[in-house]
């Protein structure tokens, strides 16, 4: 009987790719509204793994967005040079997209190690200082480089990233999280957040573990950034810099530090929040006439973090996670 | 006894001008429980902080199993067969006891990240076997009844027990025991004392650990050393060493002893 038992993950994934489809097809679900999705799904890419870092292995990492820029640059400056006979529906190609999707996580993860290994040494507030600093220097990088479009964007990246695709990428990318947080490697993390000095003296290499988790989500953010890109079709520096980041870090913390339940729920429900305080915000100034604009979803986003450290500090979730998420050992 | 599993040479440690240890020289034999004691301040925890490389003593040697550890990472130095538990716990406290211990078990592990990461049957295997391992620790320790709780829930008492496991899990030559009986009752201190001659007999580890408890020190212990200040005041068997003046005296001032 138990061998015929499909992982609860896989059936849950199965049944919300099945019923956003039924959606798509029946015409219920517009094309406005799949962008939204994509972007949920991508933003639950970044929030996981940032609280890999920040919610996992306790570290406190600033500049998340940066390793999403360097995953879209790469990834966007491969397929746009073979762009001219890139077909999103030819195989081939689709062969090229993915390699350039990997090969962008790949050169975010090197980044990340030239980032982590140095400054993984700092504690709390220090490391904050140094990876806010480096989210930064990627951004100003990305605004002087003429070849990748300096402050216009990187334009004309082929449209690859359908919602198959994206859903794909962001259903095995918590799926390998679950898998490492549920083995020895991912303990060995969870333990230098509960207590670096026990885990050191537990036999635990705290620093290989500390870069690891950081090159780990470095990879995965790059990822994410490729997807990104190949959805929105530009690759602009203003869109990795703080006011992403700091958006990310709102999601690990309203959804719970270091629960992966909690950062997927927190990416669609702050994702949402976005478009409809946006929507709220335009009848708000065109039909009732009170003039805002749309920055003021950060005045928003701002009041909603105090609030969570106020009252509910430890997230939606805390540290719990859903039953879908873990795999159950054989009890003893 | 055998060779000393433990060597300390003329080691000394000073924070700027405070002499916390100065001028250590002793032997911990093989198979012994030894005793560390002395009055709060005397350098005990300081002592436990040198050999587990978490502090570098400014002079001197430590030398275990007869290997130089001076300068060596406190990981690798765990991986050479040296536990601790803590004087103020150190538990991980929002991880199950099971994982608590598994922590621990994490560095003997042979199954890489990929194989991790894809749940492959290496990976599957190991983590059974760990498991079973870590269960017979945990039944040891009377804590089968509280394998999948967050360690967070757990009373004081069972608590300490939970750091001896994780200490023991990593199959140590020699563990140091940070004041294993404080905040103890009488009963928990006599079994505490049952478990540690127990786990020195069945894993042949060597003991070495500091007390406050003097009844417990006389009761378990088969050579202690009393430290004052950061110098020896005296050394040998635990009845004997009680008895001698100075002992007396870092212990209870002189007023007691003339009463």
């Not at chain 2, 563990?175 to 540690?196: Q, R």
């Amino acid at each position: 009987m138990d061998k015929l038992r499909l992982p609860k993950l896989a059936i849950a994934g199965a049944v919300f790719y099945a019923i956003v489809q039924i959606l798509i097809l029946t015409g219920v679900l517009n094309g406005y509204f799949v962008v939204i999705i994509n972007r949920s799904m991508i933003f639950v890419i970044l929030a996981a793994t940032l609280n890999l870092i920040n919610g996992i292995t306790g570290q406190f990492s600033l500049g998340h967005m940066g390793f999403a820029a360097v995953g879209a640059y790469v990834s966007g400056t491969i397929t746009t040079i073979l762009c001219t006979h890139m077909n999103p529906h030819a195989f081939g190609d689709n062969l090229i997209f993915l390699a350039a999707i990997i090969l962008g996580g790949c050169g975010a993860a090197v980044v990340g190690f030239l980032i982590g290994f140095p400054s993984l040494r700092l504690k709390g507030d220090y490391l904050a200082i140094v990876t806010l600093g480096f989210g930064e220097i990627i951004r100003t990088i990305l605004n002087n480089i003429a070849y990748v479009g300096g402050p216009r964007g990187l334009l004309g990246i082929p449209k690859f990233s359908g919602f198959t695709v994206i859903f794909l990428f962001t259903f095995f990318t918590i799926v390998l999280l679950r898998n490492l947080v549920q083995s020895s490697h991912g303990r060995a993390m969870l333990s230098i957040r509960e207590n670096e000095l026990a885990s050191e003296l537990s036999g635990v290499d705290t620093t290989k573990y500390k870069v690891l988790g950081f090159v780990i989500g470095a990879f995965f953010a790059g990822i994410a950034g490729g997807l990104l890109a190949h959805l929105l079709q530009i690759a602009h520096p203003t869109q990795y810099g703080f006011y992403a980041s700091s958006i990310l870090l709102i999601m690990v913390y309203a959804g719970g530090m270091g629960s992966l339940t909690g950062s997927i729920i927190a990416a669609f429900s702050l994702t949402f929040l976005t478009e409809g305080l946006r929507v709220g915000i335009d009848w708000l100034r065109d039909t009732v006439g009170i003039p805002i604009g749309t920055e003021w979803t950060m005045v928003i986003y701002a009041l909603l973090l105090i609030f969570i450290m106020l009252y509910k500090t430890e997230g939606f979730m805390g540290m719990r996670e859903s039953k879908i998420l873990v795999i159950e050992e054989k009890k003893v | 006894m055998s060779a000393p599993v433990l060597s300390i040479q003329g080691m000394s440690h000073y924070f700027g001008g405070l002499k916390a240890v100065s001028d250590f020289t002793f032997d911990v034999p093989e198979g012994v429980i030894y005793g560390l004691i002395g009055p709060n301040g005397s350098g005990k925890t300081t002592c436990f902080n040198l050999i587990t490389g978490i502090y570098t003593p400014t002079q001197g040697k430590i030398l275990f199993q007869g290997e130089e550890i001076v300068g060596v990472k406190p990981y690798k130095i765990v991986h050479k067969g040296i536990a601790r538990t803590f004087q103020n716990l150190r538990i991980f406290s929002n991880l199950s006891v099971i994982d608590n211990i598994r922590v621990a078990r994490h560095f003997n592990s042979k199954v890489g990240l990929f194989p991790s990461l894809l749940r492959l049957p290496s990976f599957l295997k190991e983590q059974e076997q760990t498991r079973d391992e870590v269960m017979d620790l945990i039944k040891l320790m009377h804590l089968d009844k509280r394998a999948n709780e967050m360690a967070k829930n757990l009373p004081y008492g069972e608590l300490r027990r939970l750091e001896v496991a994780r200490a023991l899990a990593t199959k140590p030559k020699l563990m140091l025991l940070d004041e294993p009986a404080a905040g103890m009752n009488p009963k928990e201190t006599e079994d505490l004392m049952k478990l540690v001659r127990r786990v020195r007999d069945e894993f042949k580890v060597t003991i070495f650990l500091i007390e406050h408890h003097m009844k417990f020190v006389t009761g378990i212990c088969e050579r202690v050393k009393v430290i004052d200040f950061g110098t020896t005041i005296a050394e040998g068997k635990p009845e004997d060493v009680v008895k001698e003046t100075k002992v007396l005296e870092a212990y209870l001032g002189r007023k007691a002893v003339v009463c």
